[in-house]
Protein backbone atom coordinates (compact mmCIF):
# COMPACT_ATOMS: atom_id res chain seq x y z
CA UNK A 1 0.00 0.00 0.00
CA UNK A 2 2.97 2.28 1.22
CA UNK A 3 4.46 2.01 -2.85
CA UNK A 4 1.25 2.43 -4.40
CA UNK A 5 0.75 6.17 -2.36
CA UNK A 6 4.55 6.96 -3.32
CA UNK A 7 3.55 6.28 -7.32
CA UNK A 8 0.74 8.09 -7.04
CA UNK A 9 1.79 12.15 -6.88
CA UNK A 10 4.54 10.74 -9.42
CA UNK A 11 1.75 9.75 -11.60
CA UNK A 12 0.01 12.98 -11.25
CA UNK A 13 3.36 14.56 -12.29
CA UNK A 14 3.81 12.93 -15.19
CA UNK A 15 0.11 13.81 -16.18
CA UNK A 16 1.16 17.73 -15.59
CA UNK A 17 4.11 17.05 -17.31
CA UNK A 18 3.02 15.69 -20.47
CA UNK A 19 0.31 18.53 -20.18
CA UNK A 20 3.05 20.68 -20.12
CA UNK A 21 4.64 19.45 -22.96
CA UNK A 22 1.75 19.64 -25.23
CA UNK A 23 1.24 23.45 -24.69
CA UNK A 24 4.85 23.78 -26.19
CA UNK A 25 4.48 21.95 -29.15
CA UNK A 26 1.09 22.80 -29.89
CA UNK A 27 -0.03 25.27 -32.05
CA UNK A 28 0.13 29.39 -31.81
CA UNK A 29 -1.00 31.52 -34.33
CA UNK A 30 0.34 35.76 -35.27
CA UNK A 31 -1.85 36.31 -38.26
CA UNK A 32 -5.27 35.23 -39.72
CA UNK A 33 -5.04 32.27 -41.96
CA UNK A 34 -7.52 31.38 -44.81
CA UNK A 35 -9.35 28.36 -44.50
CA UNK A 36 -12.17 27.25 -46.63
CA UNK A 37 -12.36 30.05 -48.67
CA UNK A 38 -12.57 32.87 -46.14
CA UNK A 39 -10.25 34.45 -43.78
CA UNK A 40 -10.06 33.58 -39.87
CA UNK A 41 -8.95 35.96 -37.28
CA UNK A 42 -5.79 35.37 -35.37
CA UNK A 43 -8.30 35.44 -32.40
CA UNK A 44 -10.70 33.01 -33.08
CA UNK A 45 -7.75 30.56 -33.97
CA UNK A 46 -5.89 31.17 -30.75
CA UNK A 47 -9.10 30.57 -29.06
CA UNK A 48 -9.56 27.15 -31.27
CA UNK A 49 -6.02 26.23 -30.17
CA UNK A 50 -7.05 26.66 -26.11
CA UNK A 51 -10.45 25.05 -26.62
CA UNK A 52 -9.01 21.88 -28.70
CA UNK A 53 -5.55 21.36 -26.27
CA UNK A 54 -8.45 21.11 -23.20
CA UNK A 55 -11.74 19.36 -24.64
CA UNK A 56 -10.06 17.53 -27.78
CA UNK A 57 -6.35 16.87 -27.54
CA UNK A 58 -6.86 13.82 -25.13
CA UNK A 59 -8.39 11.89 -28.22
CA UNK A 60 -7.42 13.43 -31.36
CA UNK A 61 -3.97 14.34 -30.56
CA UNK A 62 -1.60 17.28 -30.31
CA UNK A 63 -1.24 17.32 -33.71
CA UNK A 64 -4.82 16.00 -35.06
CA UNK A 65 -3.59 13.05 -36.51
CA UNK A 66 -6.20 10.86 -34.30
CA UNK A 67 -3.83 9.82 -31.95
CA UNK A 68 -4.03 11.01 -28.56
CA UNK A 69 -3.01 9.84 -25.38
CA UNK A 70 -6.63 8.38 -25.26
CA UNK A 71 -7.11 7.01 -28.58
CA UNK A 72 -5.00 3.76 -28.03
CA UNK A 73 -8.23 0.49 -28.17
CA UNK A 74 -11.12 3.25 -29.36
CA UNK A 75 -13.24 1.74 -31.62
CA UNK A 76 -13.55 3.40 -34.41
CA UNK A 77 -10.50 5.65 -33.98
CA UNK A 78 -10.42 9.25 -33.38
CA UNK A 79 -10.91 11.26 -36.75
CA UNK A 80 -7.30 11.84 -38.10
CA UNK A 81 -7.97 15.49 -39.20
CA UNK A 82 -5.02 15.90 -41.56
CA UNK A 83 -7.16 13.87 -44.28
CA UNK A 84 -9.79 16.45 -44.23
CA UNK A 85 -12.41 14.03 -44.58
CA UNK A 86 -16.01 13.40 -42.25
CA UNK A 87 -18.21 10.83 -42.25
CA UNK A 88 -21.58 13.10 -41.75
CA UNK A 89 -22.94 16.24 -42.94
CA UNK A 90 -25.51 18.47 -45.20
CA UNK A 91 -22.71 17.73 -48.59
CA UNK A 92 -22.42 15.32 -51.16
CA UNK A 93 -19.90 12.29 -49.77
CA UNK A 94 -16.31 13.19 -50.73
CA UNK A 95 -16.63 17.15 -50.29
CA UNK A 96 -15.76 19.09 -47.39
CA UNK A 97 -18.12 19.52 -44.96
CA UNK A 98 -19.90 23.25 -44.10
CA UNK A 99 -19.03 24.22 -40.54
CA UNK A 100 -22.74 23.79 -39.89
CA UNK A 101 -21.67 20.52 -40.20
CA UNK A 102 -18.68 20.44 -38.42
CA UNK A 103 -20.39 22.04 -35.27
CA UNK A 104 -23.57 19.59 -35.10
CA UNK A 105 -20.85 16.28 -34.84
CA UNK A 106 -18.75 18.38 -32.40
CA UNK A 107 -22.57 19.72 -30.47
CA UNK A 108 -24.10 16.42 -30.70
CA UNK A 109 -21.56 13.96 -30.82
CA UNK A 110 -21.39 10.19 -32.72
CA UNK A 111 -23.80 7.69 -31.02
CA UNK A 112 -21.77 4.46 -30.01
CA UNK A 113 -18.81 5.64 -30.49
CA UNK A 114 -16.43 7.70 -27.80
CA UNK A 115 -17.32 11.03 -29.77
CA UNK A 116 -19.70 12.43 -26.94
CA UNK A 117 -21.44 16.06 -27.04
CA UNK A 118 -19.52 18.89 -25.77
CA UNK A 119 -21.89 21.63 -24.42
CA UNK A 120 -19.18 24.72 -24.75
CA UNK A 121 -20.41 28.13 -26.02
CA UNK A 122 -20.68 29.26 -29.43
CA UNK A 123 -17.90 31.30 -29.56
CA UNK A 124 -15.42 28.39 -28.44
CA UNK A 125 -17.74 25.42 -30.64
CA UNK A 126 -16.83 27.93 -33.50
CA UNK A 127 -13.08 28.63 -32.66
CA UNK A 128 -12.52 24.45 -32.88
CA UNK A 129 -13.93 24.63 -35.92
CA UNK A 130 -11.82 26.50 -37.36
CA UNK A 131 -8.51 25.57 -36.21
CA UNK A 132 -9.68 21.93 -36.78
CA UNK A 133 -8.96 22.93 -40.20
CA UNK A 134 -5.76 23.97 -40.21
CA UNK A 135 -4.19 20.48 -39.76
CA UNK A 136 -5.55 19.43 -43.22
CA UNK A 137 -4.21 21.30 -46.26
CA UNK A 138 -7.67 20.57 -47.88
CA UNK A 139 -9.10 23.55 -46.33
CA UNK A 140 -6.15 25.81 -47.61
CA UNK A 141 -6.84 24.63 -51.02
CA UNK A 142 -11.11 24.21 -51.17
CA UNK A 143 -14.01 25.34 -50.07
CA UNK A 144 -16.88 23.46 -48.44
CA UNK A 145 -19.58 21.98 -50.68
CA UNK A 146 -22.85 23.05 -51.15
CA UNK A 147 -25.88 21.50 -48.89
CA UNK A 148 -27.95 19.36 -50.78
CA UNK A 149 -31.36 20.33 -50.80
CA UNK A 150 -34.23 18.51 -48.86
CA UNK A 151 -37.54 18.50 -50.28
CA UNK A 152 -40.62 18.12 -48.15
CA UNK A 153 -41.81 14.39 -46.82
CA UNK A 154 -44.30 13.57 -49.07
CA UNK A 155 -45.47 10.97 -46.65
CA UNK A 156 -46.03 11.98 -42.82
CA UNK A 157 -47.69 9.62 -40.06
CA UNK A 158 -50.62 9.06 -41.94
CA UNK A 159 -48.85 7.38 -44.89
CA UNK A 160 -46.05 5.96 -42.78
CA UNK A 161 -46.98 2.41 -42.89
CA UNK A 162 -47.23 3.27 -47.17
CA UNK A 163 -43.90 4.38 -47.35
CA UNK A 164 -42.44 1.92 -45.09
CA UNK A 165 -43.90 -1.08 -47.16
CA UNK A 166 -42.22 1.04 -50.34
CA UNK A 167 -39.25 1.44 -48.81
CA UNK A 168 -38.65 -2.41 -48.09
CA UNK A 169 -38.84 -2.92 -51.84
CA UNK A 170 -36.10 0.31 -52.37
CA UNK A 171 -33.77 -1.38 -50.04
CA UNK A 172 -33.75 -5.27 -51.27
CA UNK A 173 -34.92 -4.63 -54.92
CA UNK A 174 -33.59 -1.41 -56.23
CA UNK A 175 -30.67 0.10 -53.63
CA UNK A 176 -29.52 -3.90 -53.05
CA UNK A 177 -28.79 -2.29 -49.72
CA UNK A 178 -27.99 -6.10 -48.40
CA UNK A 179 -24.93 -6.02 -50.85
CA UNK A 180 -23.29 -4.50 -47.23
CA UNK A 181 -26.22 -4.23 -44.54
CA UNK A 182 -28.43 -7.16 -43.46
CA UNK A 183 -30.96 -8.13 -45.61
CA UNK A 184 -34.37 -8.49 -44.00
CA UNK A 185 -36.62 -10.12 -46.67
CA UNK A 186 -36.89 -13.27 -48.16
CA UNK A 187 -35.20 -14.50 -51.11
CA UNK A 188 -38.71 -14.43 -53.44
CA UNK A 189 -39.59 -11.05 -51.64
CA UNK A 190 -36.37 -9.61 -53.16
CA UNK A 191 -36.96 -11.33 -56.60
CA UNK A 192 -40.51 -9.62 -56.75
CA UNK A 193 -39.00 -5.84 -55.83
CA UNK A 194 -36.33 -6.22 -57.83
CA UNK A 195 -38.41 -7.15 -60.60
CA UNK A 196 -41.33 -4.68 -59.61
CA UNK A 197 -38.80 -1.53 -59.58
CA UNK A 198 -36.04 -2.49 -62.00
CA UNK A 199 -37.86 -5.70 -64.59
CA UNK A 200 -34.63 -7.77 -63.64
CA UNK A 201 -34.35 -10.33 -61.59
CA UNK A 202 -32.21 -9.76 -58.31
CA UNK A 203 -29.67 -12.85 -58.07
CA UNK A 204 -29.51 -15.08 -55.57
CA UNK A 205 -28.46 -13.58 -51.76
CA UNK A 206 -25.20 -13.86 -50.61
CA UNK A 207 -24.48 -15.96 -48.40
CA UNK A 208 -24.84 -15.08 -44.39
CA UNK A 209 -26.82 -12.07 -45.55
CA UNK A 210 -28.43 -12.10 -42.48
CA UNK A 211 -25.19 -10.25 -41.85
CA UNK A 212 -23.31 -7.05 -42.11
CA UNK A 213 -20.34 -7.25 -44.39
CA UNK A 214 -16.88 -5.57 -42.96
CA UNK A 215 -16.01 -2.79 -45.60
CA UNK A 216 -12.80 -0.46 -46.22
CA UNK A 217 -12.71 2.87 -46.05
CA UNK A 218 -10.46 6.04 -46.50
CA UNK A 219 -9.31 6.17 -42.66
CA UNK A 220 -7.02 3.62 -42.53
CA UNK A 221 -9.30 1.08 -40.72
CA UNK A 222 -11.88 -1.21 -41.74
CA UNK A 223 -15.60 -0.72 -40.46
CA UNK A 224 -18.96 -2.86 -40.20
CA UNK A 225 -22.19 -1.41 -41.90
CA UNK A 226 -24.58 -1.62 -38.88
CA UNK A 227 -27.56 -3.83 -38.65
CA UNK A 228 -30.30 -1.08 -37.84
CA UNK A 229 -31.94 -3.64 -35.73
CA UNK A 230 -29.42 -3.65 -33.20
CA UNK A 231 -26.48 -0.81 -33.62
CA UNK A 232 -27.04 2.63 -32.57
CA UNK A 233 -27.43 5.13 -36.17
CA UNK A 234 -24.65 7.76 -34.96
CA UNK A 235 -26.18 10.69 -36.51
CA UNK A 236 -29.80 11.42 -35.84
CA UNK A 237 -32.36 8.92 -35.91
CA UNK A 238 -35.64 10.56 -36.79
CA UNK A 239 -36.62 10.07 -40.25
CA UNK A 240 -35.79 13.43 -41.68
CA UNK A 241 -31.78 13.25 -40.40
CA UNK A 242 -31.82 9.42 -42.08
CA UNK A 243 -33.59 11.01 -45.61
CA UNK A 244 -30.48 13.37 -45.21
CA UNK A 245 -27.75 10.49 -44.47
CA UNK A 246 -29.00 8.88 -47.02
CA UNK A 247 -29.33 11.24 -49.47
CA UNK A 248 -25.82 12.48 -48.88
CA UNK A 249 -23.69 9.09 -48.27
CA UNK A 250 -20.95 8.91 -45.52
CA UNK A 251 -17.92 10.32 -46.31
CA UNK A 252 -14.93 8.14 -46.98
CA UNK A 253 -16.75 4.94 -46.96
CA UNK A 254 -18.66 2.78 -49.03
CA UNK A 255 -21.83 4.25 -48.66
CA UNK A 256 -22.72 6.48 -51.40
CA UNK A 257 -25.03 9.06 -52.07
CA UNK A 258 -28.36 8.23 -53.26
CA UNK A 259 -29.58 11.17 -54.06
CA UNK A 260 -31.33 11.29 -57.57
CA UNK A 261 -29.97 8.06 -57.85
CA UNK A 262 -33.62 5.72 -57.13
CA UNK A 263 -35.64 6.19 -60.53
CA UNK A 264 -34.63 4.13 -63.77
CA UNK A 265 -35.83 6.34 -65.57
CA UNK A 266 -34.20 9.59 -63.79
CA UNK A 267 -37.73 10.95 -62.50
CA UNK A 268 -36.27 13.75 -59.51
CA UNK A 269 -40.00 13.35 -58.15
CA UNK A 270 -40.29 9.90 -58.12
CA UNK A 271 -36.32 9.42 -56.71
CA UNK A 272 -37.22 11.56 -53.89
CA UNK A 273 -39.92 9.86 -52.65
CA UNK A 274 -38.62 6.82 -53.16
CA UNK A 275 -35.20 8.37 -50.98
CA UNK A 276 -38.00 9.37 -48.14
CA UNK A 277 -39.65 5.75 -48.07
CA UNK A 278 -36.23 4.33 -47.74
CA UNK A 279 -35.77 6.87 -44.60
CA UNK A 280 -38.83 5.43 -43.39
CA UNK A 281 -38.46 1.68 -43.60
CA UNK A 282 -34.37 2.17 -41.97
CA UNK A 283 -36.38 3.79 -39.08
CA UNK A 284 -38.55 1.24 -39.04
CA UNK A 285 -36.02 -1.01 -38.85
CA UNK A 286 -33.76 1.33 -36.03
CA UNK A 287 -37.14 1.36 -33.92
CA UNK A 288 -36.84 -2.47 -33.37
CA UNK A 289 -33.65 -2.22 -31.37
CA UNK A 290 -36.01 -0.87 -28.50
CA UNK A 291 -38.63 -4.00 -28.39
CA UNK A 292 -36.87 -6.92 -27.59
CA UNK A 293 -40.11 -8.62 -28.40
CA UNK A 294 -40.90 -7.09 -31.65
CA UNK A 295 -37.08 -7.80 -33.01
CA UNK A 296 -37.70 -11.34 -32.06
CA UNK A 297 -41.20 -11.59 -33.54
CA UNK A 298 -39.80 -9.99 -36.69
CA UNK A 299 -36.76 -12.35 -37.10
CA UNK A 300 -38.73 -15.52 -36.07
CA UNK A 301 -40.75 -14.48 -38.94
CA UNK A 302 -38.19 -13.72 -41.44
CA UNK A 303 -35.96 -16.80 -40.72
CA UNK A 304 -38.57 -19.05 -41.47
CA UNK A 305 -38.86 -18.02 -44.71
CA UNK A 306 -35.31 -18.10 -45.25
CA UNK A 307 -33.99 -21.69 -46.30
CA UNK A 308 -32.22 -24.20 -44.54
CA UNK A 309 -28.49 -24.69 -44.88
Given at each position: ?????T??????????????????L?????????L????????????????Y???????H??????????????????R????????????????????????????????????????I??????A???????????W?????G?????????????R?S??????????????Q??????????????????????????G?LR???????????????????????????K??G????????????????????????L???????E????????????????E??????????????????????
Amino acid sequence: MKKLSTLAPLGLVTLFAISGLSSCLSKTFDGPRKLGGKWVSTETLNLGHDTYMNHCMQCHGIAGDGKGPAAQGMNPPPRNFHQGLIKFGSVTSGELPTDEDLKHTIRYGLRGTPMLPWDISDERLDAVVQYIKTFSPAWEKGVPGTPQPATPDPFGQARASEAVALGKKIYHGMAQCYSCHPSYASQSEVDAASKELTGNDAGPLRDESWMSISQDSSYGHKFVPPDFTLMPIKTGGDVASLYRVLGTGVGGTSMPSWKGQLSPKGDEKESEERLWALAYYVHSLHELRFDTAARNKFFSTLNAQRPVK
